[in-house]
Structure formats: structure tokens, C-alpha cells
């Protein structure tokens, strides 16, 4: 069936260390595929991350699960990297950030300390990505913030970044100056819950693209507040 034949393309890679982001939309499928790839490949390690992965919502369900090996809490960067490097060294262990499956028992590390300079991420490289098979072609996906300052009961965004927190414009303008040169992005989606948490680095991204005359299309939400004035809201457009 249709799952089978897109977990035989996951497989094609030969990765020991299979890597899901798990939102609400995706969760159960998720798991359909950690139970098949484990059923036929069990010394595959299953590591589940995302939104959805937040203690107090659907946590439970994962962890009874008993297919996920992995469950990375919030930012995944520094904690994915030292997984990878324990599993390679045979060491999986407590992981601070994650909950690591061992003997049948749930280890859980200590609370990752967040990012709080999002500028030293580094840019995304898609040079092993084959984007001609894209649907969408010349689209990229980008994020300038992390977390959200309003505190809806219904959202996981609070949760899971815990902290708002911003990338400076100049930033955010090197990396579309980037993939537009390299990979002719020509759109770009901005995946934050809300983009004009600090307008202030979004005028600066705003004057570097006018400046810079860097022809892109980008697509953003925001929350209507007074702040976000009809000057800037041209800079924008």
C-alpha cells in the first residue's frame, strides 16, 4: 500500500538513525511508520521530534508506544547532534533535551538550555537535496523567530520554543540572499506563528532586500497590533 511504498523510499537511504518531526497533522502516521520500520528493522534507531512531542500533550501516546527510541523535547539542534555523535560511538545514554528508550525504561535528560542567538545557526545547505522533484519549485521554507509572546491555551508554540526570541534581519536577508543565488529561490514561506514580534529587525530585512534589489516573493503571518504601522507594512509589500 501507499505507507509501504513511502517507507520503502525512506529505507533506500540505508540511514541507521531515521529522524521524524511530529506534528499534530502527522502523529499517527508517524507512528505507523516507527512500528513497520522497527517490526522489519529493529536495531534502526527511531528518534521523534516536533511540536507534538511536548510533555503534557500527546507525549503519553508516543512513549507507549514503545517504537520511538528518541524523543527530542523543543530545539533539536544541539541535542540531535550529540545523539548522532553517542550513537555513533555506541554510547546512547542520558541526553540532556531527550528521552532515550533503554531496556524497555524511559531515561530523561536535564532541560536543554535554549539558543538565545539564533544569528549562529548556520545556513541551510540543500546541496543533497534533489529539488527538481520538488512540487513546488523555487520555494523554501525560512523562520525568523522562535516562540510566540502570547500565551494561547490552545498552542503549542509556547511550549515547544518556550521563549520568543528573534534572528536579525540581516541575518534572515543573508540566508534569501543565499538561497536566491544558489538554488534560485524565488518564494519564500516564513514558517513563524507570527513574524512581527520585533519590527525593528524586520524594517532592517525589509531595507536590505530593497536595497539589495533582491527579487523574491515571501509570505508571512502577523498578529494586528498598532505597532505594525501602514510604513512598514509598504516596506513589506
Known sequence: NLIDKWIAKVLEFNAEMLCFP??????????IFAEKIK???????????????????NFTQIVNNGNV????????EQTLLELAKNWKNNKLE??????????NIYITGEKRELISDLDILPLPNYSDFKLDKYALKNNFSIMMTR????????CSEGEY?????????????????????NYNGTYFHFGDCMINTNLKEIEVLCDL????????????????????????????R
Open 161 to 181: 520554543w518556550k521563549k520568543s526570541r528573534t534572528r536579525s534581519g540581516k541575518n534572515v536577508f543573508e540566508e534569501m540572499h543565499y538561497i536566491a543565488k
Open 69 to 76: 527510541d528518541v524523543i527530542v523535547e523543543g530545539e533539536g
Open 94 to 103: 542520558k541526553c540532556n533535551g531527550a528521552v532515550i528508550l533503554k531496556n
Open 39 to 57: 517490526k522489519k528493522y529493529p536495531h534502526k534507531l527511531i528518534v521523534f521530534g516536533g511540536p507534538d512531542c511536548v510533555k503534557g500533550r
Open 22 to 31: 511530529i506534528f499534530i497533522t502527522n502523529r499517527e502516521l508517524g507512528l
Open 209 to 236: 532586500l530593497i536595497k539589495n534589489q533582491t527579487n523574491v516573493l515571501w509570505k508571512v503571518k502577523v498578529y494586528p497590533n498598532k505597532n505594525l504601522n501602514y510604513n512598514i507594512m509598504k516596506k513589506m
Open 147 to 154: 516562540g510566540c509572546p502570547m500565551k494561547c491555551i490552545y
